[in-house]
């Protein structure tokens, strides 16, 4: 009999004794989940699945109770919520533990307590490592810790399925405006999502599997377990810059900083007279400066883990075609319920990836190939044009390098490409198939191209403003082939007088390069001290060394100068996010504080952002026949104001590019396009369909952005009067774009 069978009829029996027992008094929310379940074997299953799942990810037992009493709620007439939050909570945790308390009775788990800094948490562990269950976990756990893609599609037609939501943390109050009458659109573009056709890419796959038997320079290597410990537990030592406010500040301040200050001639006065603000970031440089290799170690780690899960999972799919179900999250933006080997994954995911569905060699197939292949070299600031040719100029070191990927030495000036390398791999094996098939060749990659940051460019189209919709190719630039956001906030930084200690020197490159990451995030409200963060945590990625070599004193002078950069060049976006901002404080006024705050977009979606506060509660569980006490965080009725503050522009643009996202997939479905590869702002389909794509995105954009789309969600958000001057721009020009997306 196989272990599986045998730990389910274990269970089974231990379910229907606790189901039959005589019990006195009142009844646990377990039992009465038990005697409304018409098949208690279902129930085991869940039980035991989860109970490796639990084990497989180190979940504390408070979350993991709650999500298997989410679970059990499916398969049960008992209804473990109700209508008081903090009483349904404990209900759900108390059933949940009491649950996974079956495998506790049959002595195999246990729970254990362990310190993580001031924090205490109960979690499950092994009760017998010489255990019919622990064999089977072992067995089993590759599989158990992931979700595997489904080789059938259910299409979505009501806000549930198969226990799932259509939205992740959907609010009860805003349910039935999730149903298919109100958002058909959105229903259209997540079946025509779900319904393509994947296959792994077996050619990639064994590329892969052999670069890392060599310990090729593309694979993450292997991180030795003691140094990823060590570096834990100087994270956890140092695991927030709060701990250094107060007396460890003072303390860190007085061994560390004063005796510099001493240095430059201030008196012992004016040091203490330093204000709180200025300890506390000083703390927080040390702090980074002094956990970032442990940061590093415990990040190499993480990118090892991924690896072998994306490659395990890419095994087991092998020889099938399988799909992905995708869910919504508050914004409306497409998250697929499957972990890591998944289409908004890694590059390695992603080069892992082919659609089951190809089409014939054509010379418009090969162009876009070609224009694929540039892009993933990073090439993508040429002109459509040029990057053909540039891959056409390349093509025998191409062909060269696809005999033998593994030794090619063309190819590992890619190495630290974190972006594309595996997806150039997969385009330089798809070259390689033409030049064998010829006229037989059939083109499954997907082939995709990406807005230039899509947050300034919805920014710009709402706000009308010319200078942001040419430099973000929303409109086509007047006097250049392609506009670039960034470069012109580096070149707006350093005429701005910028003089620091030589980083002005640097090079137009570099100065792009620090400018990418916090152009981004300041659209979506990141505030100096994020900016500064960023520039420091990045500070190796741009391949200068005297970059890698700074510290935090110095990435903060340049975070400040490129934030101030961003604000200085493109002012109109700026008025809308803090419009945004003011809308929130309104509705919040208005509301009487209450925690959520929606808004609806394009596609019909009802965008939403819940931020309350929370308080912590006790509840009284029994695990394997023993009384336990357990703390949970129950959400109020009652609005976090900064956190709102803090999310609104975020949350409103990505709500935007969610409905471009949506509108684009089903205006192509209507076209009979079948594959999608979409991540928020970049768009794949098959190799013959791009210029339908560029088209049919251009159109959905018009048509998104032709109405106010910022001033109906400002109204709507209780502002009389909308703030923000508008630009001259007019928004058709958009179709006349050869470079919005690209």
């Known amino acids: 009999m196989e272990l599986r069978e045998i730990l389910l009829l274990q269970i089974t029996a231990q379910l229907n004794h606790m189901a039959h027992s005589n019990t006195k008094g009142r009844q646990s929310a377990f039992r009465k989940t038990l005697l409304g379940t018409d098949n208690i074997r279902s129930l085991a299953e869940l039980i035991l699945d989860h109970a490796v ?15 298997l009493a989410k679970k059990m709620n499916v398969i049960t007439t008992f209804n473990l919520k109700s209508g008081d939050t903090r009483k349904s909570e404990a209900s759900m945790i108390s059933a949940g533990v009491e649950a996974l308390g079956t495998l506790g009775s049959l002595g195999y788990i246990t729970m254990v307590t362990e310190t993580r800094g001031a924090v205490k948490l109960t979690r499950l562990d092994f009760a017998n490592e010489t255990s019919v269950f622990f064999d089977y976990y072992k067995s089993v756990k590759t599989i158990a810790e992931i979700d595997l893609p489904k080789e059938d599609y259910t299409y979505w037609t009501h806000p549930w399925k198969n226990g799932q939501s259509i939205v992740k943390k959907m609010p009860s109050s805003l349910s039935l405006k999730y149903q298919y009458k109100k958002m058909p659109k959105v229903y259209q573009a997540l079946n025509a999502y779900g319904d393509t056709e994947f296959s792994v890419n077996l050619d990639v796959l064994n590329t892969v599997m052999e670069m890392d038997r060599l310990k090729h320079g593309f694979i993450p290597s292997v991180v030795k377990i003691d140094e990823v410990s060590v570096a834990l537990k100087d994270l956890m030592k140092f695991n927030r810059t709060s701990e250094f406010v107060g007396e460890q500040a003072k303390k860190w301040y007085l061994e560390n900083v004063s005796q510099q200050l001493m ?64 869910q919504l999250d508050s914004r409306g933006r497409f998250y697929p319920i499957v972990n890591y080997f998944e289409p908004t994954g890694s590059d390695l995911a992603k080069g892992l990836l082919t659609f089951t569905r190809g089409v014939p060699v054509t010379d418009k197939v090969l162009e876009n190939l070609a224009v694929h292949t540039a892009n993933c070299m990073g090439e993508d600031k040429l002109s459509m044009e040029d990057r053909i040719l540039f891959v056409w100029v390349h093509m025998d070191e191409i062909l060269e390098a696809s005999e033998d990927l593994i030794n090619s030495e063309w190819l590992q000036q890619f190495k ?17 198939k033409y030049h064998e098939q010829g006229d037989d060749y059939v083109c499954h990659l997907p082939i995709g191209l990406d807005a230039t940051n899509s947050g300034l460019q919805i920014l710009s189209a709402m706000t009308r403003d010319r200078r942001g919709a040419e430099e973000t190719n929303v409109i086509q630039h007047p006097s250049k082939e392609i506009g670039d956001a960034y470069m012109v906030i580096a070149k707006d930084v350093l005429g701005a007088g910028f003089n620091y200690k030589g980083y002005e020197n640097l090079g137009d490159k570099a100065w792009r390069k ?38 935090f004193d110095d990435a903060s002078y340049i975070g400040t100068a490129i934030f101030d950069g961003v604000e200085h060049a493109f002012p109109r976006q700026t008025q809308a996010k803090e419009a945004l901002k003011l809308g929130v404080k309104t509705t919040l006024k208005d509301n009487g504080n209450k925690p959520i705050i929606s808004w609806k977009t394009a596609s019909g979606f009802t965008a939403f952002q819940n931020y ?21 965080l129950v959400q109020l009725d009652e609005a976090m104001k900064s956190e709102h503050d803090k999310g609104i522009s975020a949350n409103f643009v990505h709500s935007q590019d969610a409905s471009l996202l949506t509108g684009t997939i089903a205006n192509l479905n209507d076209e009979g396009i079948e594959d999608f590869m979409m991540i928020h702002d970049q768009f794949s389909v098959n190799a013959e369909s791009v210029d339908l794509l560029l088209e049919t995105f251009k159109d959905t954009f018009r048509d998104i952005f032709t109405e106010d789309q910022l001033g109906k969600t400002l109204e709507s958000l209780g502002l009389e009067e909308n703030p923000v001057e508008y630009g001259d721009l007019d928004i058709d020009e958009v179709l006349d774009s050869n470079y919005i997306i690209s």
């Open 53 to 67: 799942r639990s084990l497989s990810n180190g979940m504390p037992l408070t979350s993991s109770a709650n999500l």
């Open 416 to 432: 630290d490409d974190k972006k594309t390398k595996f997806q150039l791999i997969s385009a330089i094996l798809e070259w390689k």
């Open 612 to 632: 309350s506060k929370s308080k912590m509660h006790r509840v009284n569980c029994t695990f394997a026949g023993k009384a336990v006490k357990l703390s949970y």
């Open 514 to 551: 620090l400018c990418k990451r916090p152009t981004m995030s300041y659209y979506y409200d990141a505030g100096r001290g994020c900016i500064q963060e960023q520039t420091f945590e990045d500070r190796r990625d741009h391949g200068v060394e005297v970059l890698a070599q700074m510290g």
């Open 263 to 326: 240095k430059k001639g201030l008196t012992t006065l004016q040091i203490d007279g330093r204000s709180n603000t200025y300890k506390k970031r000083k703390a927080s440089g040390w702090l980074k400066e002094k956990s970032s290799d442990s940061i590093d170690i415990v990040r190499a780690s993480s990118k090892r883990y991924e690896f072998g899960k994306v490659t395990d999972m890419a095994h087991m799919m092998l020889g099938k075609s399988f799909h992905y179900d995708f």
